[in-house]
Each structure stands twice: as structure tokens, then as C-alpha cells.
């Protein structure tokens, strides 16, 4: 069976899913039949066809009227910004992947279900009180027919979760800081301009620029064990996409940088494949740009300080890689049932 989905939001996240969804050849699993964004239905349009990060699009796009044509497929154009008059039970919409960064709340999820929707997944973290929050390839396997409403979690936190699952496995993880190299986002101004946060009032591309991060919370909330046991700063950098992390992590057991590099290689090509990726290639941030890992591993940046202190360097693609594991939760929900 098809699932159809709506995506609410056609920002940087709902256009990579679109994207993903054609470019991965899963359009005979998941279907998209509206979207809703408030931007103007030529925008919509535009901005899948061309894209500053990830090139043109190589699907025919056309938009006719609240129409927009991939192929031959014909997707419904909505600008409703009152979610619970959104036309999902008309439209038999299976799952509504909200990817409009304003909404997160089990309230908000409560109301795509009262238009119509069965279940409904988040682009962000959300709160605390949804049904599931779910990082795909650690635990996906927790949902439930009864988890009608869900988070992806953060793409940060995707591209983390898994490297510190195999390390605590492999040998217990005491306590550990994150430090995320982001690439610019859509809050920070081309030239200075307000914002409540005094440091997102600079321009994005003169400086590095620390910000707020909730990743120690969105870890605790996968792994509970962990709580206040690790830390968490973020920085945006001037750069379009693809992030990188710094994760410092102290163990019990005695380790060497060659165990750490084989356990995460291995983890590539078996537990975590299509997951986690490791190269020892003298890479950039560009060459990840467009990788749908939610990880990947820089084993050349690997280091151990006295046998029980791990520094690892791990990267991501924090649209492409996010998009695609909104596809595979997706398919994860649908599978439980409705």
C-alpha cells in the first residue's frame, strides 16, 4: 500500500524530502499529495526546481494554478496557516511530516489529527510529552500503532546518536561534550538585524557565531542514562550546508584510536549501514554536501588521550541526510499501522 503524505512547511527540509523522495526511487512506497506553505505557489515551484545547495532538480517541475507537477504527478498546493483547517481527512492524508519549524507541540500534533490525518511526524525535536521521538537505525523500533504523533528528533541529533551508541556498546561511555559546527541557517540575517538573540543579530557570513542548542537534552531524551552527563555548544559557521561535530566522550575501558576506527568502519557496512559512513579520505565540508548518511565518520580526526578520553570527528549533511531519515520514520509509522 501507498502512503500518502502531506508535507506542512516547504522550507530547506520539506523541499530535501521531495527531492529524496523522487531521487531515491521510493515513490512507489510514499506518495506526497499536498503540501501546504504560505509562500506563493511560483516560489514553490522555483525553489524546488533550483537550490543554492543541492543543484537543479533533475524531475520536470511545473506549477499550474495551486497545481505543482513532478513528472507526471500532480501534488496539491495549500496556503492554510490554521493547521486544523487543513484538508487531510478530504485528501485521505496518512502521515502530515510537519516541517514548518513553528510547530512541535503534542497540541499542534492534536490538531493535523483532528483535519483528518492519522499520524503525524515532526522535523524538530518537539516536546517532550509526544508519543515518540524517534532517531532511525538506533530506535525506530519502538513505535507502536498507538504512537500517532512523533518527532524525528534534530538532524544534530541524528548524526550523533548513533556514534555514541556504538561507543558506550563498545565501551561505556562516561560522560562526553558536543561541539557542532553548523553551517548557516535561515534565522541569521545577510547583513546585521535584529533578533532577540543578540548574537544572531550579525551577519552570517563575517562571522562564527555561537548559539543555543538543545543537543544534550534531544541525547538524555534518547538515551535517558545519560542525563547530565554530557554538555553541548553549537556554532554556525559561514557556510550553506553540511555540518560537522565534535564529540569528546570519557570510557571505562582502555581503548586505542585503531578499535575506536574498526568498530565505527564495521558499523558502516553492518549494524548501521545506510546509517553511519566512514572515510579516511582527506575530505571538506562540501564533499558531504548532498550524502545521505545521517553520519559519517572522519576516522582521520580520531584521537584517544590517556587510553580513556575519545575525540571523534563525525559529519553530516544536516538537510539531506535529515530528509531521508523523515522518509525511512515515515515508512517506520506506517508499517505499525493506523
Same mark, same amino acid.
Given at each position: ?7 506542512n ?12 523522495? %523522487? ?23 522555483? &525553489? ?5 545547495s ?23 498546493? &495549500? ?23 513553528? %510547530? ?8 493535523? *489529527?483532528?483535519?483528518?490525518a ?8 518537539? +516536546? ?51 561541539? +557542532?559546527?553548523?553551517?548557516? $541557517? ?7 538585524? %535584529? ?17 543555543d #542548542?538543545? &543537543? ?10 545519560? *542525563? ?14 553540511? +555540518? ?8 571505562k ?25 566512514? #572515510? ?12 545521505p ?18 575525540? #571523534? ?12 531519515? $523523515? ?8 508499517a505499525?499501522?493506523?
Amino acid at each position: 500500500m501507498t502512503i500518502r503524505i502531506a508535507i506542512n512547511g516547504f522550507g530547506r527540509i520539506g523541499r530535501s524530502i521531495l527531492r529524496a523522495l %523522487y531521487e531515491s526511487g521510493r515513490r512507489a512506497e510514499i506518495a506526497v499529495v499536498a503540501i501546504n506553505e504560505l509562500a506563493s505557489a511560483e516560489g514553490i515551484a522555483h &525553489l524546488l526546481k533550483y537550490d543554492s545547495s543541492h543543484g537543479r532538480f533533475s524531475w520536470d517541475v511545473r506549477q499550474e494554478g495551486d497545481q505543482l507537477y513532478v513528472g507526471d504527478d500532480c501534488i496539491r498546493l &495549500l496556503h492554510q496557516a490554521d493547521i486544523q483547517q487543513l484538508p487531510w481527512r478530504e485528501l485521505s492524508v496518512d502521515v502530515v511530516l510537519d516541517c514548518s519549524g513553528v %510547530y512541535g507541540s503534542r497540541e499542534d500534533g492534536e490538531a493535523h *489529527l483532528t483535519a483528518g490525518a492519522k499520524k503525524v511526524l515532526f522535523s524538530h525535536p518537539g +516536546t517532550a510529552d509526544l508519543d515518540a521521538t524517534v532517531v532511525f537505525g538506533v530506535n525506530h523500533q519502538c513505535l507502536k500503532t498507538e504512537h500517532r504523533i512523533v518527532s524525528n528528533a534534530s538532524c544534530t541529533t541524528n548524526c550523533i546518536i548513533p556514534i555514541i551508541k556504538l561507543l558506550d556498546d563498545a565501551f561505556s561511555i562516561e560522560n562526553g561534550t558536543v561541539t +557542532t559546527i553548523h553551517s548557516s $541557517m535561515n534565522d541569521q540575517p545577510v547583513i546585521d538585524a %535584529y533578533h532577540h538573540d543578540l548574537r544572531r543579530t550579525r551577519a552570517a557570513s563575517q562571522s562564527i557565531i555561537p548559539v543555543d #542548542t538543545k &543537543l544534550a537534552v534531544g541525547i538524555t531524551r534518547i538515551f535517558p542514562q545519560f *542525563l547530565d552527563r554530557f554538555e553541548a555548544i553549537s556554532v554556525r559557521v559561514p557556510t550553506i550546508n553540511v +555540518t560537522a561535530i565534535d564529540l569528546s566522550v570519557s570510557v571505562k575501558k582502555a581503548v586505542n584510536v585503531n578499535e575506536i576506527n574498526a568498530l565505527l568502519q564495521k558499523s558502516a557496512h553492518e549494524a548501521f549501514r545506510g546509517i553511519v559512513d566512514y #572515510t579516511e579520505l582527506p575530505l571538506v565540508s562540501a564533499d558531504f554536501n548532498h550524502d545521505p548518511h545521517s553520519a559519517i565518520v572522519d576516522g582521520t580526526q580520531t584521537r584517544v588521550s590517556g587510553q580513556h578520553l575519545i575525540k #571523534t570527528l563525525v559529519w553530516c549533511d544536516n538537510e539531506w541526510g535529515f530528509a531521508n531519515r $523523515m522518509l525511512d520514520t515515515t515508512r517506520a509509522m506506517a508499517a505499525c499501522g493506523f
